[in-house]
């Protein structure tokens, strides 16, 4: 008898080989193992520095990466993970946009990044002064991280970073020639989706282990994630008036949910993946919302109801008034 123990947690590749009998004389399977291994534990892991890219391997990765930019609760991990899944690979929340980011203050209804309150301040690290030094590293530094864990030039490279706070304008910069897809959906469907996976018992809460949103905080709670989400969308607008347009897609979650045919075509055609539509209706059907398990859907779940407009029966008036007064003009402007 031989066993061998896959362990699909190592970052590493096997360089063990091994001469099988005929396939009709070998039999597989898998077994559980009680026995403790640290080599199951990522932190216990070092992976070796892996060679520099070059400069045409760092161009040649720049143009396979294909970042969808979307706030969370957007329809992001669908599109990204399920939708886009043939011929390509996926990152999930590298969430590089988060440390770029960083929220410095909130003022009235708009909320300021540190990388823009001090742009103008010589010592601080992304200063506009080393502009031209930081962002050319960071070039590097993005491009050869992905590499270490990818190890692919050829393929496409999906990554999702849906977030509260957006730093697409920053990877525009530094990668003007990776595609970007920029995700919209309606923000208030966005925040009654956030406060639904926040309530007693919700999927955030067993997730992070955070305080579920009661009542006496839920209207405080809505104002500020109206203010992120007014600011995001006001980058992510940014972003799509300044990135080449012939390496720029927007999208509208609503679009995707209800001709989801139609916006996939759109979508491979962008990513220049030649697909079948008999395949497209293949992914379609498999990730559909109404394959999924009864058990993982519904009220308090990470799959919710996948139902535009769902926002209309959960708020207030008074809620409404508050969402309306810092969101309204940007909604309107992405045509909600």
Known sequence: MFIYRINVETPTSSS???KLLPIEQVGISEAESSIPETFDVLSAISKPRPKELTTEEEDTLEKNLVWICSSARSGSTWLGRDLLSHETKYINEPTITDHLATISSYHDDKITRMIDRAKNVGSYFFSDMYKDTWKFFLRKL?????HAEMEDLSSKIIIKEASEIDASDIISECLPNSKLIILLRDGRDI???DLDGRQKGGWMIKQ???KSIGEKNRKPY???RAKRWYSLATNLIKTMEVHNSNLLLVIKYED???NTLVELKKLYDFLEIKILDEKIMEIIDKFSFEKIPTGQKG???FYRSASPGKWKESFSSDEKVI????MGPTLKKLGY
């Open 142 to 146: 993005i491009l050869n991280r992905i």
């Open 191 to 193: 925040i009654d989706s």
């Open 208 to 210: 992070t282990g955070a």
């Open 323 to 326: 969402i309306d007064r810092i």
């Open 222 to 224: 809505i104002e500020r």
């Open 299 to 301: 009220k308090g779940k």
């Open 256 to 258: 995707l949910r209800k």
């Open 16 to 18: 063990f080989q091994i």
